[in-house]
């Protein structure tokens, strides 16, 4: 979706203040808002939950804070999956009628459950393109969830490493399976993305699955 | 900016903020429900706070400074050779090493949401997760670098790495000269999280 989550390449948005000392977390309410997203019955697919926070409208979204979108969309993905209902949200009570639920994540298994290796990689469809080829970013609009963004559309690129199929988020996120499709790491020059004025020898690179990409 | 980031260490002489009180009634519901324990967030909090962070990706820049072998190892599979220190888990599951070199420098970047290498470098700074930085990082890496002090000429050349995928980029800075004698223990001490993101130079 061309929401304002897509700002590659945005001018306007202040300036960047870096603060080289800052703390993890700015108020304790964020320390809980980062664990109950990790701790959720609702974790699992990181694609849904990315798009769940792209779904907040834009100005909201640029109103709020990082864990304050974090939160609108846990809430909204609790809702939406049933977990809670939406009269146990505004209410703050558990229906006394419902069944109690185990916790999906103990204590005692935390370190273990955040440090165990995953992986996106897949058996899948075999590459269409290899490191060295040409290849164009397609000129696509989708109003679901896209990891394509806008700024490299329609953009002439080369394929600089194939990583094998990952799961596509464009499918996964809207609860269509993992649908693995090749990934790539694809380099622009600053020039072709940005003009004339860009430095000449800057560039840069995404990582951009298959059916974003066509041959050039 | 539209944070209101309320000083916590007043002991409670401020009201709590809203958003304070709905995250309070969320987690309470929660717990009513059977759907969290709160002692497990509180160990997910303690593991950001203090187990994971950018003190693990310095000590991977330290041995690849000093070990070339592991140098070798972090350029065919970074991820392996990350898990080789114990740093595994999630957003770590596709790590990727890129070098800064006397004519290149890189900038690493999630424009479209705030991907960032957990493991290595533990929770991303607000300003790597601001609209300011995601934005422009793309567009105007130079301008970008000048606001966190470093200026580049014009001969180095930058690679910016949009983090679009689940692979995840550690920059590993170009070794400080007269470091020669420095062990690994020392040589981490110089790595800085800010110089394994690219907005730095150590």
Known sequence: MNGVHDMGGMHGLGPIAPDTDEPVFHADWEKRVLAMVIASPTRGNIDAGRHRRELIPGPDYLRLSYYERWFEALCAMLVGSGAVSAEELASGRADPTAAKATPRLAAGDVDAALSRQGSYLREGPAPAFKPGDAVRARNLNPVGHTRLPRYVRGRLGVVERAHGAHVYPDTHAHGGGEDPRPLYTVRFTARELWGPDAAPDDNLRLDLWEPYLERA | ?202
């Not at chain 2, 888990?89 to 800064?100: I, T």
């Open chain 2, 1 to 202: 900016m539209a944070h209101d980031h309320h000083d916590h260490h007043d002991h409670g002489q401020d009201p709590p903020s809203d958003i304070a009180l709905r995250v309070k009634a969320l987690e309470s519901l929660l717990v009513e429900k059977g759907l969290v324990d709160p002692a497990a967030l509180d160990a997910i909090v303690e593991r950001f706070e203090h187990k994971v962070g950018p003190r693990n990706g310095a000590r991977v820049v330290a041995k690849a400074w000093s070990d070339p072998a592991y140098r070798e190892r972090l350029r065919q599979d970074a991820t392996a050779a990350i898990a080789e220190l114990g740093y595994t888990g999630g957003q770590g599951e596709h790590m990727v090493a890129v070098e800064n070199t006397p004519g290149m420098h890189n900038l690493v970047v999630c424009t479209l949401c705030s991907c960032y290498p957990w493991p290595v470098l533990g929770l991303p700074p607000v300003w790597y997760k601001s609209p300011p930085y995601r934005s422009r990082a793309v567009i105007d890496p130079r301008g970008v670098l000048a606001e966190f002090g470093v200026t580049l000429p014009a001969e180095i050349e930058i690679r910016v790495w949009d983090s679009t995928a689940e692979v995840r980029y550690l920059v590993i800075p170009e070794r400080p000269a007269n470091t020669d004698a420095l062990d690994e223990a020392a040589l981490a001490a110089l790595v800085t999280r800010n110089g394994m993101i690219g907005t730095a130079r150590l």
